[in-house]
């Protein structure tokens, strides 16, 4: 069972444009989300996260919605550039207490290229 | 700042060999400590996970084991591989002090031929 899905498994962008990257999950216990981003043969790095107590955050050029009624989130990156392009890592956590132990959830990626 | 090291950077092993990927971090302690795979076209998941010496958790049955013999280190081993666990390991860790946010080494690849 896939509790976290990224069903857009490319997306193609000119440089200078919004990047919107969707997720969508379908654990209510989860309440902490992440968004990784990764190049090909290296680990992923963290970008931005946002607790369930919050719909927003933004950190320079990446922000991140969240919409929990719909169990939706997304990233946007404005303005674009080529150096984004990498493959984008949704993942969900239920939270570093109790017994989550901070484990994530991951979707499966997607791959984001920026066109100059 | 933490650091994560893992090694090797690629490894190529004949089907029934066994296996030894390697893992310290630094800057922090009393961490708790990840492996993830990455299979070829899907997402990472999380294969075992640590939150101190000597204590594992299991998160899928599989052909591996792991093992936290230090605070700061975390192997991942198999007596004998299989041509399935071709992938891409990746061992991160959570500073226990800092909230939910995990970071990933470099990776592995291995390659069971």
């Known amino acids: 069972d896939q509790q976290v899905k990224q069903n857009s498994p490319s997306l193609s962008v000119q440089e200078g444009r919004i990047s919107i990257l969707n997720c969508d999950y379908t654990n209510s216990m989860f309440d902490y989300f992440l968004w990784y981003k990764k190049y090909p043969a290296e680990g992923p790095t963290f970008l931005i996260s946002?607790?369930?107590?919050?719909d927003k955050n933004e950190d320079g050029r990446f922000t991140v919605f969240l919409n929990k009624s719909a169990k939706h989130l997304s990233l946007h990156i404005v303005p674009s550039q080529p150096g984004d392009s990498a493959v984008y890592f949704c993942?969900?956590?239920?939270?570093?207490?109790?017994?989550?132990?901070?484990?994530?959830?991951f979707g499966q990626g997607t791959i984001l290229t920026v066109h100059p | 700042s933490q650091t994560i090291h893992q090694w090797p950077a690629t490894l190529v092993q004949p089907v029934g060999s066994p296996l030894s990927l390697e893992c310290t971090v630094e800057g922090t302690s009393n961490p708790n400590l990840y492996w993830y795979r990455q299979a070829a076209g899907r997402g990472l998941q999380l294969l075992f996970y640590?939150?101190?010496?000597?204590?594992i958790s299991s998160e899928v049955p599989q052909n591996l084991s792991a093992s936290r013999p230090q605070d700061r280190q975390f192997i991942l081993s198999s007596k004998k591989l299989l041509l399935s666990d071709s992938g891409f390991y990746l061992c991160?860790?959570?500073?226990?002090?800092?909230?939910?946010?995990?970071?990933f080494g470099e990776g592995s690849w291995l390659t069971v031929v």
């Open positions: 991160a860790m959570a500073p226990t002090v800092s909230g939910n946010t995990i970071y």
């Open positions: 946002i607790s369930s107590i919050k």
């Open positions: 640590s939150v101190g010496i000597g204590q």
């Open positions: 993942a969900a956590s239920s939270g570093a207490g109790g017994t989550s132990y901070g484990k994530l959830t």
